[in-house]
């Protein structure tokens, strides 16, 4: 293909969330540009913050918390002092009452009561003992470990109001990429020595936070990246990619065309393949048909007063309320409202893009959210002063019955074009968390950089990064070294 306008860079990544502004700024620290590609008016994708007259609130609570040295330290160089430390505290509703999460076996059983907690016992003895298999599914890999009664009261409700899909039709990847080092011995060793639990993310007791939200993290890396000769451009949604037999050539975005040695890509996989042209195979484009996405909705409450709770969040597991979760923004960092007597809460729904709650009017929402927190009993209507609502596309991958097939044959057509490497969640259509997106950012720029890192293959899931093990050795040493020197044909 031939453009005598098209702007030339070494390196061009779609998308500009904690993946691609990460391998943005692993690339500048070597010397490299890059220009990022972002079809929003914003950068930071679902780890951004938004404003609201003078009040912050994230899309989704964002801890930063990782086992991955080389993350903590991408951390501290950004933010400095104000990366703050937090307490963490959060609870389940479930029939009313309100229960510690990470599940606290005393308290669990003075909310149930004695004769369901002896149901509870038993059923995790018969799981155990008798063990359904295959092990295919979420509702059995939970069941399994916990018993079917203690699935049904903490697991079931909440896992298929955030997927929209029954828990058997969730596939056991999901389940041992997000809850894997968890048991109930865990949970009773947490309880007794909260020290020796500090290595599962799920029993966590405190975390890190930008005082301004997660947004000033990427705020600052974009100022920084184009400080170092980078270009962010907005506005910039991707039209279409031109490749031939072996590699990736330009991307057309926004009626520019861009030419690059190398490609990186945190778009979601359908739109990626959608978008190459020529068009690839007619199975490739129906294996990313097959990928699928949960969205959701944050309403923002801003509420009198201030303490309203102690929780950073509250799990919502009551099937009679149609909130998911909700967050407590200002229990995260006491800047984030520009009054120290309101209060701002996000109750989060999730729906799928084009279904009656996605299409619902903001103020039916609004209205929506004030009465589920007043039924909550968290506050009076009279103290919600106000609210927005913000929705979030393709914000989870879903890992349902087709998902891994797909992503198979997906991954086997990229092998033909190595010069186009995928990072970050949707880029992937993997389940990560910030920090393992960030890590897929630095290895995808150190691969440009001359490394040979499998994205794909980083220990089989991500429990891999919060246990600390089954890395490479190669991996291993890629952590504590120096930063690799740009190839000279590179500069």
Same mark, same amino acid.
């Given at each position: 293909?031939?453009?005598?306008?098209?702007?030339?860079?070494?390196?061009?990544?779609?998308?500009?969330?904690?993946?691609?502004?990460?391998?943005?700024?692993?690339?500048?620290?070597?010397?490299?540009?890059?220009? &990022?590609?972002?079809?929003?008016?914003?950068?930071?994708?679902?780890?951004?913050?938004?404003?609201?007259?003078?009040?912050?609130?994230?899309?989704?609570?964002?801890?930063?918390?990782?086992?991955?040295?080389?993350?903590?330290?991408?951390?501290?160089?950004?933010?400095?002092?104000?990366?703050?430390?937090?307490?963490?505290?959060?609870?389940?509703?479930?029939?009313?009452?309100?229960?510690?999460?990470?599940?606290?076996?005393?308290?669990?059983?003075?909310? &149930?009561?004695?004769?369901?907690?002896?149901?509870?016992?038993?059923?995790?003895?018969?799981?155990?003992?008798?063990?359904?298999?295959?092990?295919?599914?979420?509702?059995?890999?939970?069941?399994?470990?916990?018993?079917?009664?203690?699935?049904?009261?903490?697991?079931?409700?909440?896992?298929?109001?955030?997927?929209?899909?029954?828990?058997?039709?969730?596939?056991?990847?999901?389940?041992?990429?997000?809850?894997?080092?968890?048991?109930?011995?865990?949970?009773?060793?947490?309880?007794?020595?909260?020290?020796?639990?500090?290595?599962?993310?799920?029993?966590?007791?405190?975390?890190?936070?930008?005082?301004?939200?997660?947004?000033?993290?990427?705020?600052?890396?974009?100022?920084?990246?184009?400080?170092?000769?980078?270009?962010?451009?907005?506005?910039? %949604?991707?039209?279409?990619?031109?490749?031939?037999?072996?590699?990736?050539?330009?991307?057309?975005?926004?009626?520019?065309?861009?030419?690059?040695?190398?490609?990186?890509?945190?778009?979601?996989?359908?739109? &990626?393949?959608?978008?190459?042209?020529?068009?690839?195979?007619?199975?490739?484009?129906?294996?990313?048909?097959?990928?699928?996405?949960?969205?959701?909705?944050?309403?923002?409450?801003?509420?009198?007063?201030?303490?309203?709770?102690?929780?950073?969040?509250?799990?919502?597991?009551? %099937?009679?309320?149609?909130?998911?979760?909700?967050?407590?923004?200002?229990?995260?960092?006491?800047?984030?409202?520009?009054?120290?007597?309101?209060?701002?809460?996000?109750?989060?729904?999730?729906?799928?893009?084009?279904?009656?709650?996605?299409?619902?009017?903001?103020?039916?929402?609004?209205?929506?959210?004030?009465?589920?927190?007043?039924?909550?009993?968290?506050?009076?209507?009279?103290?919600?002063?106000?609210?927005?609502?913000?929705?979030?596309?393709?914000?989870?991958?879903?890992?349902?019955?087709?998902?891994?097939?797909?992503?198979?044959?997906?991954?086997?057509?990229?092998?033909?074009?190595?010069?186009?490497?995928?990072?970050?969640?949707?880029?992937?259509?993997?389940?990560?968390?910030?920090?393992?997106?960030?890590?897929?950012?630095?290895?995808?720029?150190?691969?440009?950089?001359?490394?040979?890192?499998?994205?794909?293959?980083?220990?089989?899931?991500?429990?891999?990064?919060?246990?600390?093990?089954?890395?490479?050795?190669?991996?291993?040493?890629?952590?504590?070294?120096?930063?690799?020197?740009?190839?000279?044909?590179?500069?």
């Amino acid at each position: 293909m031939t453009d005598l306008s098209a702007i030339e860079a070494p390196v061009i990544i779609l998308g500009a969330g904690p993946a691609g502004l990460t391998a943005a700024y692993e690339l500048t620290k070597n010397g490299l540009s890059s220009v &990022l590609l972002e079809q929003n008016p914003w950068i930071g994708g679902l780890a951004r913050t938004v404003e609201y007259k003078g009040n912050r609130f994230d899309l989704g609570g964002h801890r930063f918390y990782t086992k991955i040295p080389l993350v903590e330290q991408i951390w501290q160089e950004v933010l400095g002092k104000d990366l703050l430390v937090r307490p963490r505290l959060s609870r389940i509703y479930y029939k009313s009452k309100f229960f510690r999460y990470p599940i606290e076996p005393l308290d669990a059983l003075r909310g &149930l009561g004695l004769l369901e907690g002896i149901r509870c016992c038993l059923s995790m003895m018969k799981s155990r003992l008798f063990p359904r298999v295959p092990e295919h599914n979420f509702e059995r890999w939970v069941s399994n470990r916990f018993g079917r009664r203690l699935f049904e009261i903490f697991f079931k409700t909440y896992t298929e109001k955030v997927w929209g899909i029954n828990c058997s039709d969730i596939q056991a990847d999901w389940a041992a990429q997000r809850i894997g080092n968890l048991s109930l011995c865990s949970v009773l060793v947490n309880a007794t020595f909260p020290r020796r639990s500090r290595d599962i993310r799920t029993l966590i007791r405190q975390f890190q936070y930008p005082r301004l939200g997660p947004g000033m993290m990427w705020s600052r890396v974009r100022e920084i990246v184009e400080e170092r000769g980078s270009e962010v451009r907005l506005n910039s %949604p991707v039209e279409r990619i031109h490749w031939e037999a072996g590699r990736v050539i330009a991307v057309r975005s926004a009626g520019q065309v861009y030419r690059a040695t190398h490609f990186l890509s945190s778009i979601p996989i359908r739109e &990626l393949i959608e978008a190459l042209d020529p068009m690839p195979p007619e199975h490739v484009r129906r294996a990313a048909r097959e990928l699928h996405y949960r969205d959701f909705i944050t309403v923002a409450l801003m509420v009198q007063g201030s303490n309203l709770f102690p929780d950073n969040w509250i799990y919502i597991h009551d %099937p009679r309320l149609i909130v998911g979760r909700i967050q407590n923004y200002n229990n995260w960092s006491a800047d984030m409202t520009s009054d120290p007597e309101v209060t701002c809460l996000g109750l989060e729904y999730f729906c799928f893009e084009g279904d009656r709650q996605w299409n619902a009017k903001d103020d039916e929402l609004i209205s929506l959210a004030k009465r589920e927190l007043v039924q909550l009993g968290l506050t009076e209507e009279r103290h919600i002063l106000d609210g927005t609502v913000i929705r979030v596309p393709k914000a989870y991958p879903i890992y349902d019955g087709a998902y891994k097939q797909a992503l198979g044959t997906v991954r086997d057509f990229l092998r033909t074009v190595p010069n186009l490497q995928l990072i970050g969640r949707n880029g992937m259509h993997r389940y990560n968390n910030q920090d393992h997106s960030m890590l897929t950012g630095v290895l995808a720029a150190r691969n440009i950089l001359g490394g040979h890192f499998d994205l794909w293959n980083l220990g089989g899931d991500v429990g891999y990064l919060e246990a600390g093990h089954d890395l490479t050795a190669e991996q291993l040493r890629a952590f504590g070294e120096s930063q690799p020197a740009v190839p000279r044909t590179m500069t």
